[in-house]
Each structure stands twice: as C-alpha cells, then as structure tokens.
C-alpha cells in the first residue's frame, strides 16, 4: 500500500526542491530523514517536514513499520506564480515572478531500491 503526502503552496521555487528531492528517492525513510537534515539548502527543511508527515501517517493510521517504509516517489509540481514588478532605472518597471510548488512524497513498504543497506 502506498502512502501519499502533499503540501501545496509552498514558496519556494520548483527547481531549487529538484535539487534535494533527488537525493532520497529509493532510500529508506530513516536514512533519507537523516540525510535531509544535514543538507544546508532551505527545500531540506521543508521536504522534511513532508517527508515526517508522510512517515507518521503511515505509522498511525496504516499500522505499518517504520523500518520498511522506503520513499518510493517524490517529485515537485509546480503552483501558480505571483507577478510583481519592481521600480528600475528611468522610469522603467522590471517584472519580478514568485514561483510556488507542491511537494508530493509516496511512501510504500518494501525494499530500497537505490539505497546501500
């Protein structure tokens, strides 16, 4: 059975997540928690956040173990873009876009795939 979690409206850019998601996607939750809270990028913290509540959702309300959940999908969608433009040099206006994201994290119970146990 699998686990999904999402969180939407996140603000923070779509590519700057890509760049952490990669790294514990076929790892075991206990590893790709650990792994996520030793990165020094700001999605880390908040793909952690997803990635605890996808875990104690399986936990509590699934009845599975902890010890098998592995991340099996994790991708980042992207939400809408907030415009704002910003006073430049000679009168001009610089158009300035906020990009927001989803974060989705699939758990299943199973084996890593990628993952050196």
């Known amino acids: 059975m699998d ?3 999402t969180i939407k409206y996140v603000r923070i850019s779509p590519t700057k997540l890509n760049r952490v998601i990669k790294e514990i996607v076929g790892k075991n939750v206990s590893d790709a928690l650990i792994i996520l ?3 020094p990028q700001k999605g880390a913290e908040l793909i952690y956040k997803a ?3 996808a875990k104690s959702n399986a936990v509590n309300n699934y009845q599975m173990t902890e010890q098998e959940l592995v991340v099996k999908e ?3 969608g992207q939400a809408l873009i907030m415009k704002r ?3 430049m040099s000679k009168g001009r206006s610089g158009k ?3 990009k927001l994201s ?3 994290i699939t758990l299943n119970e199973g ?3 990628g993952a050196k146990n």
Do not use: A, E
Request: charged content about 10%; overall charge positive.
């Open 111 to 113: 084996s890593s795939h």
């Open 102 to 104: 989803h974060i989705t």
């Open 3 to 5: 686990v999904t979690t």
């Open 37 to 39: 809270k030793f990165l």
């Open 85 to 87: 433009f910003r006073p």
């Open 51 to 53: 990635l605890h509540s």
């Open 74 to 76: 994790g991708y980042i």
């Open 96 to 98: 300035i876009q906020k």
